[in-house]
């Protein structure tokens, strides 16, 4: 077991390195708090993983001073997303002229993870421990005060006066605790993979659809990250065929991507997304709270799962960071106070998230015949930049947004700006 410390009694264990997870062990030791993060992994490098980072998130690092740190990290800015539909071009989202960001950024998210981690170890109050599995919860009379890890070094028990699990939607400590999520399916899976590109390919980001396929192109400077969707359920059957299939059907969508559809070497370059939406009914029991994808796992559409966790953790943070600093038992109704304040901005983007996939993703999936169409009433309104905004607040901005309010001590905030100067 590791030695004693100020770290190693934390006020706050925290399950999962993902964004929810580092952004809520940040702010509770820049507050102040002694907080423990386990994280399972050696590290933050995991291909195809969330990496959207809208203007709510970009609003949270400048509050806390860490946009400049950001800003240097390798991205790619995008002000405005197309889709091609039936050979014909549509402007779908439009971000310019909002304030104060009119952009999102895509950033590998071990890049941002390895930058909130960096941010937290300058501060004496916060313990990341990488290939520390939390494996099930501690309760006494009812009620959760640590949970079992294991480790490379030996299995031990940590204990806290909350734990927050943020271990994404496959959570272990969702299962330990037995709490229920109510699902309400996607009729698609995703196949992420890599394809190179050129400077003379389109610059845009955007999607493409057609008879019974759609297919959403990233630029990522020198690659394109591709998200391919498929009927659910289907990854079983399409493995089974040969990867010619996939590769012709990439190079019939993006004709322009044609010369290079032999890099998708094999299957097992290929990744699969099994989309889920989910979410509690309760996200929290004594002495325990759930955030992020352990409460509530997003549909892809959007690329709002990072921004809603990040959101969930800084709500999380403002309600908290001063009873864990007071230390002893958590009231359960400051846990129910959180969901109450989250659930609202979840239940409206899982809302539209479910529309949109009953709506276009299924019957697209479907399609055989003649090509689609976007209707000529929406194509007349799309062309109005306000029109087009309307999705660019809901999915950047979301509803509900959180600002830090968990103060900084004098005397950690003096040793942070030496710090600062120091380097």
């Given amino acids: 077991m590791p030695a004693t410390s100020l770290a190693n009694t934390p006020r706050c264990i925290v399950v999962g390195g ?59 800015r995008v002000d405005h997303l197309a889709g091609i539909v039936g ?56 009620r959760t005060v640590g949970v079992r890890v294991k480790s490379t070094a030996g299995d031990y028990a940590l204990r806290a006066d909350l734990v927050v699990a943020c271990d994404g939607r496959h959570s272990t400590l969702r299962e330990a605790a037995g709490l229920q999520a109510r699902e309400y399916g996607a009729p698609m899976d995703v196949l992420w993979f890599r394809i190179p590109r050129k400077e003379s390919d389109p610059q845009d980001t955007f999607g493409m659809i057609d008879r019974g396929h759609m297919m959403v192109l990233l630029n990522r400077t020198d690659y394109w990250q591709i998200a391919f969707l498929v009927p659910k359920g289907s990854d079983v059957a399409l493995r089974a065929r040969s ?13 322009f991507l044609a010369d290079r559809k032999d890099t998708i070497e094999a299957w097992d370059k290929v990744s699969t997304l099994s989309v889920q939406i989910d979410r509690l009914e309760r996200w929290h029991k004594p002495g325990l709270l759930l955030i992020g994808d352990a409460a509530h796992a997003m549909s892809p559409i959007g690329g709002v799962g990072i921004n809603l966790a990040i959101q969930d ?3 999380a943070a403002n309600a908290l960071a001063q009873p864990l600093l007071d230390g002893g038992v958590i009231d359960e109704s400051l846990l129910t106070s959180i969901q109450r304040r989250r659930e609202f901005p979840v239940k409206v983007v899982q809302r539209v998230q479910i529309a949109m996939q009953k709506r276009l993703i299924s019957r697209v999936l479907e399609q055989s015949g003649e090509p689609p169409r976007v209707p000529a009433l929406l194509r007349f309104l799309l062309g109005f930049r306000a029109v087009r905004h309307i999705p660019a607040r809901l999915f950047g901005y979301g509803l509900r947004r959180e600002h830090v309010r968990t103060p900084v001590p004098r005397s950690l905030d003096a040793g942070l700006r030496r710090h600062d100067v120091s380097h």
């Fill in 243 to 255: 990867i010619d299939a996939l590769r012709e059907t990439v190079a019939q969508l993006a004709p």
């Fill in 87 to 142: 050979g014909r071009e549509q402007q779908i989202v439009d971000m310019r002229g909002l304030k104060p960001y009119d952009y999102l950024a895509l950033v590998p998210q071990w890049d941002f993870l390895d930058m909130l981690a960096d941010a937290g170890r300058k501060l004496p109050g916060f313990d990341l421990r990488m290939r520390h599995a939390a494996t099930g919860l501690i309760e006494e009379n009812g």
């Fill in 313 to 315: 953790a800084v709500a």
């Fill in 18 to 76: 993902g964004p929810a997870g580092m952004m809520l062990g940040l702010l509770l030791a820049r507050a102040g708090v002694p907080v423990t993060v386990l994280e399972k992994h050696g590290d933050f490098l995991r291909d195809f993983r969330g990496d959207t980072v809208h203007p709510s998130t970009l609003s949270i690092l400048d509050e806390i001073g860490l946009r400049e740190q950001f800003d240097k990290l390798p991205q790619r």
